[in-house]
């Protein structure tokens, strides 16, 4: 905008008197002292331009009430702005502010302060002065610390602090009674005051992304402001320090694991030590380095052989210490450390290792330790010991006690009746018990109001097996989990059960616990299910049986003329994805066939399945452990709705292993009715989509490649294609065109699933059930026109409380008086969401009470909505 046409905006808004004046997005670069003659102004926009300074007369418009200097190049205020007295609402956000004048304090009516996305690196305490702020944004500065005279701001309802550098919180921010929402996520806070629990009409208190953090420890962050809120007022009631932590040790079997622990523990060295089956858990006591204070180190000592692999998985948490033992005499290759560090990797990517070296009286410990460091930086020392001669066995009690001390969880608060409650847990003599029984021993130590929070606590620290969200298993708490493992060892080291190449009959089962109550039995059976360990079936005869994964066979059945059969049929086609690993852990791919087990054919080994959807498509998954790699193929008619189903339960089972590196690739279509070679990174083939560029060369064949038909239906980012596709083939299907007919279903079926996932993750990050979810329909119950004008619209948020879905009850109903000028802004996103709803209505619908798609479908009529969507 040139200096003409602003002075004429502004003579012509000082002729009319107007109180609003929106210069937005004109690229101003100064304001003309003749802005001043506009003294009826109460809102003032000034969004998105490129002022660095603001001319002395802008504080003259006393009657301003909302002044928005947002998105400019501002790094500092006047003084000058005090005069602008009745200001209730500033936007400062998007600046370069590296102070406040303390003349600010001056705004005594100010409610709504914006100032994210600054340079401030300390808390002016003027600010702490707005005693009438009820609002203020302070996300994306350099704060370190906040003073304690923030408890002036009594009415302040939202506060912002998150992407600072705050390493503590001041106690007396707990007199902000009136806070509602506190975001402090991704900061330097190593604990919070407990004071903070006072804070009683919190309803949304964020901590995410502070890696510090101890005290809520992450197991009550992740679960929610009430569990946080419950556990700091606990500790505020009383709380003590627990020294106790997790040791696990793990390599290959008849390494020296148990004796090295026996040693450690003081015990006599016994050179007919027997095998561990399974998971033996026992404790070790070390003094502290640096305290005088003994720690307590639960040790889970763990089989070695390959069958126990795949139910370790589950206990090899982060959080922990490991032990990686290998046999010296035997060499490293051997003990297989790269499997197991990869594999610790996977699972517990934070947790520090210490490798150990047994049996050194017999030969050296050779070990190319500084490749090992360089790959896996968890690595803090290599030991070498003979537990025989007690050698080296000093040298490791010093490192593990150094290490340990230095766990998450040692030295970690406890409320004083949350440590009692779990102690009397611990020392309850059952093997199970039901979830009352479990309340009543929690309630004697006090713990009434926080006891699922308790329970799911122990769960994920291991000291407990309670699945609390699982209807199946929801009704027993196992105190001993290592009883579990146990009883599943005795499944996968039975002879009868490997003789049958995994199946499990429940003769066989009656026999192998048959010491188990029957109801314990059945538990057993769903937990298998439940790790991925089994699942249920029927034989040639209709019995039930269970078929163990892990004992599949390695070798393939012949499954190529099947497979080959159906690329043969007409209009077949195929879709493929590539999973490169860095390694392959136990459990994969056997889990993942254990949980898609429901499209099974019959075929299937240790380390592939042939599966089948609807008798057209079949699709095979394939493990190649020595080149590290999955593939999942589909083939048939119309692929990609079986497999974007598989390739979310890959997904699944591969989230399993947080620390495990995945490169996915899709392979080229191949050019000019020739096959290619080449295999596109589907991370860059999305990046290169998200920045719309719509080809990519393919190096094989020196030729661009259509981005958007690589990733057609696989990348969330290109459903307006399959949207687009299923409104084609709706006006052209018609009777006895089978083809069409299926195409459509299965895109549907892909729509439909696809909105329910992304719908259910979303929820799944609601903590205070606050709305995102809105109904907008025409007010009184009128029917939708064609032409907007002059129609009043509703617009109803939802509340989203699992389970109960309904509409907010207060301050949820939104008038719409000018829906033509709304829509007019919104209809780019209201447009493909409206397309989208069209076919996910049978889902979403009777949620909302609308059920009938052809109400989206007359939306995406509305000519504000064809005209700018």
């Excluded at 004796?259 to 523990?265: A, D, H, K, N």
């Excluded at 292993?657 to 080229?668: E, K, W």
């Excluded at 949820?812 to 397309?835: C, D, H, Q, S």
Aim: hydrophobic share 35%; with cysteine.
């Amino acid at each position: 905008m040139t200096n003409e046409e602003l002075l004429q905006i502004i003579e012509q808004a000082a002729k009319e008197k107007a109180t609003e004046l929106d210069l937005s997005d004109n690229q101003l670069s100064s304001l003309p002292p003749e802005i001043c003659h506009l003294s009826n102004l109460t809102t003032l926009s000034l969004f998105n331009n490129q002022l660095s300074s603001l001319p002395p007369e802008i504080y003259q418009l006393s009657n301003l009430t909302e002044l928005d200097l947002s998105d400019n190049q501002l790094s500092s205020l006047p003084p000058e702005i005090s005069q602008l007295s009745n200001l209730t609402t500033l936007y400062l956000y998007n600046n370069q502010l590296s102070s406040l004048p303390p003349e600010i304090s001056q705004l005594s009516n100010l409610t709504t302060l914006y100032l994210y996305n600054n340079q401030l690196s300390s808390l002016p305490l003027e600010i702490c002065q707005l005693s009438y702020l009820t609002t203020l944004y302070l996300s994306d500065n350099q704060l370190s610390s906040l003073p304690p005279e923030i408890s002036q701001l009594s009415n302040l309802t939202t506060l912002y602090l998150n992407k600072n550098q705050l390493s503590s919180l001041p106690s007396e921010i707990s007199q902000l009674c009136n806070l509602t929402w506190l975001y402090l996520n991704n900061n330097q806070l190593s604990s919070l005051p407990p004071e903070i629990s006072q804070l009683s009409n919190l309803i949304r208190l964020s901590l995410n992304n502070n890696p510090q953090l101890s005290s809520p420890p992450p197991e009550i962050v992740k679960q929610g402001t009430q569990a946080i809120l419950n556990y700091l007022r606990k500790r505020l009631e009383g709380s003590q320090r627990q020294w106790v932590s997790k040791l696990l040790i793990i390599g290959e079997g008849g390494v020296g694991k148990t004796s090295l622990l026996r040693t450690l523990r003081g015990e006599e060295f016994d050179t007919q030590e027997s095998t561990t089956h399974g998971i033996e858990i026992k404790s070790l006591e070390l003094n502290h380095p640096t305290q005088v204070v003994t720690m307590q180190l639960n040790t889970w000592d763990f089989g070695g052989q390959d069958i126990y692999h795949a139910t370790h998985q589950f206990f090899l948490t982060n959080r922990s210490l490991f032990l990686l033992a290998w046999n010296a005499r035997l060499g490293f290759e051997q003990g297989k450390l790269y499997y197991w560090l990869d594999t610790i990797k996977a699972l517990a990517p934070e947790s520090p290792i210490l490798l150990v070296a047994t049996h050194i009286d017999e030969r050296d410990a050779d070990l190319p330790l500084k490749e090992l460091r360089d790959k896996y930086p968890q690595i803090l020392k290599h030991c070498k010991i003979s537990s025989k001669s007690s050698r080296g066995i000093e040298e490791i009690r010093q490192a593990i006690a150094k290490a340990a001390a230095k766990l998450p969880l040692m030295g970690e608060i406890w409320p004083t009746t949350w440590l009692n409650a779990a102690n009397a847990i611990r020392n309850e003599a059952k093997k199970y018990i039901t979830p009352q029984q479990l309340w009543d021993i929690m309630a004697k130590s006090q713990v009434v109001d926080s006891q699922e929070i308790l329970a799911r606590w122990l769960h994920e620290l291991g000291e407990i097996l309670y699945f609390q969200d699982n209807e199946e298993l929801n009704d027993t708490v196992i105190l001993k989990p290592q009883w579990v493992t146990e009883y599943i060892s005795k499944v996968l080291e039975s002879k009868d059960v490997s003789d049958q190449s995994g199946i499990f009959t429940r003769q066989e089962m009656n026999q192998l616990w048959r010491d188990l109550e029957p109801s314990m039995r059945d538990h057993f059976l769903r937990l298998m299910e439940r790790f991925d360990l089994s699942y249920r079936t029927q034989d040639e005869k209709n019995r039930d049986i269970s078929l163990v994964v892990e004992r599949l066979p390695l070798d393939a059945p012949n499954y190529e003329h099947k497979w080959q059969q159906i690329k043969q049929a007409d209009e077949c086609s195929e879709i493929s994805m590539k999973f490169q690993l860095n390694t392959i852990p136990a459990g994969i791919p056997t889990w993942f066939i254990a949980r898609q087990h429901r499209f099974t054919t019959g075929i299937h080994w240790r380390n592939g399945v042939l599966f089948a959807y609807e008798q057209e498509h079949l699709a095979l998954v394939q493990a190649v452990k020595s080149d590290r790699y999955i593939k999942l193929t589909v083939r048939g008619p119309n692929p990609l709705n079986f497999f974007v189903l598989l390739r979310d339960g890959m997904e699944v089972t591969l989230a399993r292993f947080p620390g495990l590196d995945i490169q996915r690739t899709i392979p080229c279509f191949g050019h000019n009715g020739q096959p290619c070679t080449h295999e596109f990174d589907y991370k860059q083939l999305s990046q290169r989509w998200e920045k719309k560029k719509g080809t990519i060369e393919c190096p094989e064949a020196m030729e661009d490649v259509s981005v958007p038909e690589l990733l057609y239906g696989l990348n969330w980012n290109t459903q307006n294609a399959v949207l687009e596709r299923i409104d084609e083939l709706e006006k052209t299907v018609v009777d006895g065109q089978a083809v069409i007919l299926d195409e459509f279903k299965n895109l549907l079926e892909l729509t439909q699933r696809g909105f329910t996932n992304a719908f259910r993750r979303e929820q799944a990050t609601i903590d205070s059930h606050c709305p995102n979810v809105f109904v907008l329909r025409p007010r009184g119950g009128k029917a939708w026109q064609k032409n907007l004008t002059g129609q009043k619209l509703d617009l109803q948020l939802y509340c989203q409380a699992p389970g109960c879905w309904h509409p907010t009850q207060e301050g949820g109903l939104y008038e719409i008086n000018e829906p033509a000028k709304w829509l007019r802004v919104t209809a780019p996103y209201i447009g493909n969401l409206f397309k989208l709803l069209k076919y996910a209505a049978p889902i979403i619908g009777p949620w909302l009470g609308v059920v009938d798609s052809k109400e989206y479908e007359t939306l995406c009529e509305l000519p504000q909505l064809t005209e700018y969507g």
